[in-house]
């Protein structure tokens, strides 16, 4: 239903072709919009950045033990942080609180980190994950 439908100063409810809205009711509850924004930015976002961040260290490792090139993982991640600048400007690092997946120049550094840590532990380095993940990746 297209929200200008609903009239001026009403936004369409549930019920009347709208969104649910968190705590039922039927009307605009702006309360529980803001307790789903600050929930997503306090709570899921950190997680679904650590998870990914933890999956490309899983996957570097998965890298070395296959026999590819894990030194072309942090390359990979540059070039797209290179290209989301182009394609955003300022804004690709200004937005990165609300993204679900950390920046790739953090990602970059991570990686990076990683590798490091691989040549110094040599085989039992490739074996294992040896960076800890932040709670506040961005």
């Known amino acids: 239903m297209n929200p200008m439908a609903a009239g001026p100063g009403r936004l369409p409810g549930p019920?009347?072709?709208?969104?649910?809205?968190?705590?039922?009711?039927?009307g605009f509850n702006p309360v529980g919009g803001l307790v789903n924004i600050a929930t997503n930015l306090l709570l899921q976002l950190p997680f679904s950045r650590r998870a990914e961040a933890e999956a490309?260290?899983?996957?570097?490792?998965l890298m070395s033990?296959?026999?590819y090139n894990q030194?072309?993982?942090?390359?990979?991640?540059?070039?797209?942080?290179?290209?989301?600048?182009?394609?955003m400007g300022k804004s690709a690092a200004?937005?990165?609180?609300?993204?679900?997946?950390?920046?790739?120049?953090?990602?970059?550094?991570?990686?990076?980190?990683?590798l490091e840590m691989m040549k110094k532990y040599g085989k039992e380095g490739r074996e294992v994950v040896l960076s800890k993940v932040p709670y506040w990746m961005l």
């Open 15 to 26: 019920g009347r072709g709208g969104y649910p809205v968190p705590g039922g009711g039927g």
């Open 56 to 61: 490309d260290l899983i996957g570097l490792k």
């Open 94 to 114: 200004n937005a990165s609180y609300i993204q679900d997946h950390p920046r790739s120049a953090n990602r970059v550094k991570l990686l990076e980190g990683e």
């Open 71 to 87: 030194n072309k993982a942090p390359t990979t991640f540059a070039k797209m942080e290179e290209y989301q600048g182009q394609m």
């Open 65 to 67: 033990i296959a026999g």
